[in-house]
């Protein structure tokens, strides 16, 4: 069968090019071509567009890339109907994805959708578009059941694939030594800076992050940089100030580090699966931030508080990101800090939440097994 898949971010690649490996070994004559990243593309998918050239964020940016997104909108549509595929299987990303499946819908063609867009967290109407455009919808988050129940909407929850992707990787990574001499660290406990994917969140919260550098001598700072956004964008942030960069080992900082501060998103969850107890730090434009606060309607915005329903990771937004928060919420979950244990602790509730692994393959069985039984 013929698969066509759209990721428009880092971590729908890694979630994309788990699930492309389940397909192929699914199904053998699996054509499968992607809208993503060098992840699914050395997984064995035809990478058609790289998500760097879609990665928008905020209202602000996108206003002011509508042209790119519009011509992106109409590139996507032809490549669609020019592979003609069984299925096309969209990953998160909803502003993009939901217009996309309107279309597919018309074509006749099934619309699976993998990672539910955080509809719960703002703009539910859009539940009405997936009811009438998407076919199949597999969640990641237990607490999505519930969500989706209310609305008379039948999802897939078959574990999340996060967890097999963590576990895996940890198998194969250096040892401790060998990390800190390949990133040029010495004998000084780490601290992690995970400060986003996009270059608008860089720039936005890294800067905020680098405050508390100079009130902790003894501990070396290491920014997970990504590959997709220049170094020099990092150089120019972190000036003389003594911190390391290392680009593409997000995982092989976290497996070394003693705390981290880390920018919302899947990074929080990534985070709390190394088990390093962490800070998060969100800061956007004034506008980004005073539209999102007149519809979002989640209490937390890190993965980790939000599946445990309560918090276990303390969230610094906007104004209570600053130099005196940050120190204060840094040393409470350092060795010997009064937070850290209790973080730990919830940390391993989480992860009988998330259940256990091999949620990829599932999926990727469900998605092969259902298309070979439609009328």
Not at 8 to 27: A, R, Y
Not at 73 to 98: A, H, M, W
Not at 298 to 321: A, H, T
Request: net charge positive; aromatic share 10%; charged share 25%.
């Amino acid at each position: 069968m013929k698969y066509f898949i759209i990721s428009g971010e880092p971590s729908g690649d890694l979630h994309g090019s788990n699930l492309v490996k389940g397909l192929l070994k699914e199904d053998q004559a699996a054509e499968i071509v992607c809208w993503g990243g060098e992840l699914m593309q050395n997984a064995g998918a035809k990478l058609l567009k790289h998500y760097r050239e879609l990665a928008y964020m905020g209202v602000w940016e996108v206003m002011i890339h509508f042209r790119a997104i519009r011509k992106n909108f109409e590139t996507c549509r032809r490549q669609i109907s020019g592979f003609n595929p069984d299925v096309v299987i969209l990953i998160d990303y909803p502003g993009f994805n939901l217009k996309i499946a309107r279309y597919v819908n018309k074509l006749g063609i099934k619309v699976y959708y993998y990672i539910s867009p955080k509809l719960w967290a703002w703009n539910e109407s859009r539940v009405k578009i997936i009811k009438k455009f998407v076919d199949r919808m597999y969640i990641i988050f237990p607490f999505e059941i519930d969500f989706y129940r209310k609305y008379g909407y039948a999802v897939q929850y078959i574990g999340n694939p996060l967890v097999d992707e963590i576990e895996n990787r940890k198998e194969t990574l250096p040892n401790r030594e060998d990390i800190l001499a390949t990133s040029g660290l010495g004998g000084k406990p780490v601290i992690a800076l995970l400060c986003g994917s996009r270059r608008q969140e860089v720039v936005s919260i890294l800067p905020r992050m680098l405050k508390v550098i100079n009130e902790y001598p003894g501990y070396d700072f290491v920014v997970t940089a990504v590959a997709h956004i220049p170094e020099q964008t990092y150089r120019n942030i972190i000036g003389d100030l003594p911190v390391k960069i290392v680009t593409g080992k997000t995982y092989e900082i976290l497996s070394v580090a003693e705390a981290a501060l880390v920018a919302s998103g899947t990074a929080t969850l990534e985070t709390a699966l190394f088990n390093v107890p962490q800070v998060v730090c969100y800061n956007t434009s004034f506008l980004t931030y005073f539209l999102s606060k007149m519809v979002i309607k989640v209490k937390f915005i890190s993965l980790v508080d939000l599946i445990m329903g309560r918090e276990v990771i303390v969230e610094l937004i906007q104004q209570d990101l600053n130099k005196r928060r940050l120190n204060e919420e840094l040393s409470y979950i350092l060795k010997g800090g009064w937070k850290r244990d209790k973080m730990l602790e919830d940390y391993s509730a989480l992860h009988v939440a998330l259940g256990g692994t091999g949620a990829s393959s599932r999926i990727a069985r469900d998605i092969v097994m259902t298309l070979n039984n439609r009328d």
